[in-house]
């Protein structure tokens, strides 16, 4: 497993990391063994957020690991706050609330990370900068991110919040790439080429801001996992096709794509399979050439000018 800084925060964090989405639909002692897989394998980071299954995921989390002060400091916890039932909240009362219940069920004084969950065109940023400063001066929140935000949004919140944004994460994988599509496809009269993130991958490079790819294997919007599935052939042919010359499966080298790009993106994988995740952790010490990346990301059906 490699190791990598989160945005300059000091934080040294497996570049796969576990997201704990789906964790509220396993009994107590299977996800005990889907974490200390995770642990073998090498990842030290847990993705988190107070909605997870209803609040369920962080709970089952902590009880299936037995989670205690010694036990705390092995690994690195991210949640997140900020969405409600048909609405966004990021009020200080709100996203305060929801830590407090985070670390309740969680088990925990603190977390390392805290990301806004998702923009809220009401937010008031510098009542979110007076938040932020109440929570990391009772010390329950270490470092501060977001998640499906845009430069400008960053931007508005950078203004007034006094800590460092360390991390967005967002949604990318080989089949969602539009992060990626429009700095390849600039100025062509193509749909690849119009702009939906206010070029958020280059500007997270230069802000040193780590992204994090959340459904790896998904495309569309939990519309279903792509490997394996008779809707993408070409894609499937190749991702076998590379997997083969590296002994490795096809989910590995779908994540290795994912770890190839310099602007070091930290994956997060969703399995709650056994096998599953041991295969896809080992993208981790995979490189795949700068011919295989595009061969890949051409077999997902994107032009090149
Ligand atoms: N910030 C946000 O807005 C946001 C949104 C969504 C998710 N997230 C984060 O991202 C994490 C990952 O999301 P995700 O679970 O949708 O990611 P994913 O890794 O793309 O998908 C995992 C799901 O796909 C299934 N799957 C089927 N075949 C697979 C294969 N060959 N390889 C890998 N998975 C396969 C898995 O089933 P098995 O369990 O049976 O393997 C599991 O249900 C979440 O846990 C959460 O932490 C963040």
């Known amino acids: 497993m490699k190791y990598m800084e989160l945005g300059k925060s000091g934080l040294e964090v497996s570049n796969i990391a576990l997201g704990c989405m789906r964790i509220s639909d396993l009994e107590e002692k299977d996800a005990a063994k889907v974490i200390n897989n995770a642990i073998e394998a090498g990842i030290n980071f847990f993705d988190h957020a107070d909605i997870y299954g209803g609040g369920k995921s962080e709970e089952v989390f902590a009880n299936a690991i037995g989670m205690n002060p010694s036990v705390r400091e092995t690994m690195y916890l991210q949640t997140k706050a900020g969405i409600r039932e048909g609405f966004f909240d990021f009020s200080k009362e709100h996203i305060i609330e929801a830590v407090?219940?985070?670390?309740?069920?969680?088990?925990?004084?603190y977390v390392d990370v805290l990301l806004l969950h998702r923009p809220d065109t009401l937010v008031e940023p510098e009542e979110v900068a007076e938040t932020f400063n109440i929570l990391k001066k009772s010390g329950k929140v270490n470092h501060f991110g977001v998640s499906n935000q845009n430069p400008m949004q960053i931007e508005l919140l950078?203004?007034?919040?006094?800590?460092?944004?360390?991390?967005n994460q967002l949604q990318y994988g080989v089949m969602h790439t539009g992060m990626i599509d429009k700095g390849l496809q600039v100025n062509m009269k193509w749909d690849g080429s119009i702009d939906r993130d206010g070029s958020i991958l280059d500007y997270?490079?230069?802000?040193?801001?780590?992204?994090?790819?959340?459904?790896?294997?998904?495309?569309?919007?939990?519309?279903?996992?792509?490997?394996?599935?008779?809707k993408f052939p070409e894609v499937n042919t190749k991702l076998q096709e590379i997997a083969e010359t590296k002994g490795v499966n096809k989910s590995a080298i779908a994540v290795a794509w994912i770890l190839r790009h310099p602007a070091k993106i930290q994956t997060i994988i969703g399995t709650m399979n056994l096998e599953r995740l041991t295969n896809i952790a080992k993208a981790s010490d995979i490189e795949i050439s700068r011919e295989e990346w595009y061969e890949i990301y051409r077999a997902a059906g994107n032009e090149l000018p």
């Open 100 to 109: 407090d219940g985070s670390l309740r069920r969680l088990k925990t004084d």
């Open 158 to 167: 950078k203004k007034y919040v006094e800590q460092d944004l360390i991390v």
């Open 204 to 230: 997270s490079r230069l802000n040193d801001m780590t992204i994090q790819a959340w459904s790896p294997f998904q495309y569309g919007l939990f519309e279903g996992v792509f490997i394996d599935n008779d």
